[in-house]
């Protein structure tokens, strides 16, 4: 029997690092986590992954896994708990395609114009972010934003009737954006309690803890009464 | 017992469309193509995904599968037929890893620079192609191919000793470049060898049929003997 822990390489405000953290939080799965800055390109991070990306996960026997959508699938597949996709498979595909919508739609129309900007003094000192991709970013998450909101006024989670992959995915890549102060809650009441309710699973609370150095979030992100 | 067929709303030149075409025919079940422009963002279509994006699936029973990612593991879940994952949960990974690296990477580096620059008249009448993006568009195609190259001179398929996913979702990647004419095949032997056993399969036939007006492929492009 192996005694290694299960390894986790993230970037903090990477989402879908924070959606591979909730889960293994759900599947009841200890691990621990490494910090890695994939802009860096370190050679032995390269050779685990060759796309360059977090996260990456070492199983307890050493196995490799990376890219989040296999990572996930992965975890789903050999950890026992809490079933991340649901019953049946219209269900199971309905989670998918919506944590499919925030890993990519989202992802390409907010995260890579609003926080890449954000980030951008991070990743290359003293760089200034770009005002246009800022506002556009910006616009991009009202629209997803009042998706979310349709949503949550005709389902008890995002799915349907029970908690899901499209939750945790959904909930890691908004955690991002409320790190940065970018979420206007009051505009969206269904989905700030629904959020509330993602904020106070014990899944969430390492998110809530993080800190990057040089951009500290406003108090309310890590208040589970925001 | 529904009397309906399957129906998959489509692009030609789309490569989840074609990932989803290929799939469906190795799992043996008959569909009906209906052809879609998603640009033109038609209220009935945005009505069945709300991400306006093909391929979109209607089940014989109605019922309405979006998202690449979602349909094809909802094929896999429903349907006999060859298993297009694999059988432990670490091969499943590494053709899930392989198949997003192509609907992911390749999209994001060579799809969306090379092949919508040539896609533009198309989509908007007179538009012309920018050449720097089709420059790094090329300059990212070989990095890719390269690395299918390795792949093959280590593995029988792209994920280890069986075809699955990761070969379907690849081929239907580099096969819109092939049509674009695109792929030196000259300088990648295994990935040639490796196509030509794609190309020759019967689900990849009613791909090479595809035509586009106004964008002939070239001769290659549906010649088994390329």
Same mark, same amino acid.
């Given at each position: 029997?192996?005694?290694?822990?299960?390894?986790?390489?993230?970037?903090?405000?990477?989402?879908?690092?924070?959606?591979?953290?909730?889960?293994?939080?759900?599947?009841?799965?200890?691990?621990?986590?490494?910090?890695?800055?994939?802009?860096? /390109?370190?050679?032995?991070?390269?050779?685990?992954?060759?796309?360059?990306?977090?996260?990456?996960?070492?199983?307890?026997?050493?196995?490799?896994?990376?890219?989040?959508?296999?990572?996930?699938? @992965?975890?789903?597949?050999?950890?026992?708990?809490?079933?991340?996709?649901?019953?049946?498979?219209?269900?199971?595909?309905?989670?998918?395609?919506?944590?499919?919508?925030?890993?990519?739609?989202?992802? /390409?129309?907010? @995260?890579?114009?609003?926080?890449?900007?954000?980030?951008? $003094?991070?990743?290359?000192?003293?760089?200034? =972010?770009?005002?246009?991709?800022?506002?556009?970013?910006?616009?991009?998450?009202?629209?997803?934003?009042?998706?979310?909101?349709?949503?949550?006024?005709?389902?008890? @989670?995002?799915? $349907?009737?029970?908690?899901?992959?499209?939750?945790?995915?959904?909930?890691?890549?908004?955690?991002?954006?409320?790190?940065?102060?970018?979420?206007?809650?009051?505009?969206?009441?269904?989905?700030?309690?629904?959020?509330? /309710?993602?904020?106070? /699973?014990?899944?969430?609370?390492?998110?809530?803890?993080?800190?990057?150095?040089?951009?500290? =979030?406003?108090?309310?992100?890590?208040?589970?009464?925001?």
């Amino acid at each position: 029997m192996s005694t290694n822990r299960l390894t986790l390489y993230h970037y903090p405000l990477c989402p879908f690092s924070r959606k591979v953290r909730i889960a293994l939080f759900e599947k009841g799965v200890p691990y621990t986590l490494i910090l890695e800055k994939p802009w860096e /390109r370190r050679i032995d991070f390269l050779k685990m992954n060759p796309a360059g990306e977090v996260p990456v996960l070492v199983d307890e026997d050493g196995s490799i896994i990376a890219s989040h959508t296999a990572i996930v699938e @992965y975890i789903n597949e050999t950890r026992v708990g809490l079933d991340l996709f649901g019953d049946t498979p219209l269900i199971r595909a309905e989670v998918r395609r919506l944590a499919s919508w925030f890993d990519t739609l989202f992802y /390409r129309e907010v @995260y890579e114009t609003l926080v890449m900007e954000k980030l951008a $003094g991070q990743i290359q000192s003293g760089k200034e =972010p770009n005002s246009t991709f800022i506002r556009i970013g910006r616009m991009n998450l009202k629209r997803h934003l009042r998706y979310i909101e349709w949503l949550m006024e005709r389902r008890n @989670y995002l799915a $349907g009737n029970k908690i899901s992959l499209a939750d945790f995915s959904a909930a890691a890549h908004v955690s991002v954006l409320d790190y940065l102060g970018e979420v206007s809650w009051e505009e969206y009441p269904e989905t700030k309690a629904w959020y509330a /309710r993602m904020k106070s /699973r014990p899944s969430f609370q390492s998110l809530l803890n993080d800190r990057i150095a040089g951009m500290i =979030p406003p108090n309310a992100y890590s208040d589970l009464d925001f």
